[in-house]
Each structure stands twice: as C-alpha cells, then as structure tokens.
C-alpha cells in the first residue's frame, strides 16, 4: 500500500514553501504546525486528512488525584 496516494511528501512541501518566507518558521525545522491555516493549505483535503490521522496520539487519562 502506498504511504502518499498524492505522490508528494510533506518534507518536500514544507522545504519548498519554507524557502519563500522572509521570517523563521517552524517548516524551517520541518515542523509540520497543523494549526497553521497556510501551511494547511498547501495540502490537498485528501492530504490534510492524512496528515491529521496517520500515528496520531491521544492525551493520556490523568487521575482526579494529580489533575488537583
């Protein structure tokens, strides 16, 4: 099965964007910031979908003990 139906990889997209902006972002470290609206963008749904389900970690149950 093929990892990226799209036939991009993230790495790839974020370098190419990356060397456009005049300031430091995190694709700068290739962070890929999913709350970044523009960043986001230069994926395709069918992408954003991947992106935001593939090995995606659940915050841990915290006792009502330590939570206090």
Same mark, same amino acid.
């Given at each position: 099965?093929?990892?990226?139906?799209?036939?991009?990889? *993230?790495? !790839?997209?974020?370098?190419?964007?990356?060397?456009?902006?005049?300031?430091? $972002?995190?694709?700068? #470290? %290739?962070?890929?910031?999913?709350?970044?609206?523009? *960043?986001? !963008?230069?994926?395709?749904?069918?992408?954003?979908?991947?992106?935001?389900? $593939?090995?995606?970690? #659940? %915050?841990?149950?915290?006792?009502?003990?330590?939570?206090?």
């Amino acid at each position: 099965m093929d990892d990226k139906p799209s036939g991009r990889f *993230v790495e !790839d997209v974020l370098y190419d964007w990356a060397v456009t902006q005049r300031s430091e $972002t995190f694709a700068h #470290s %290739f962070i890929l910031d999913t709350d970044c609206q523009e *960043v986001m !963008d230069l994926f395709s749904p069918e992408e954003m979908e991947t992106i935001l389900n $593939t090995n995606k970690k #659940s %915050f841990p149950t915290v006792h009502d003990d330590i939570r206090k």
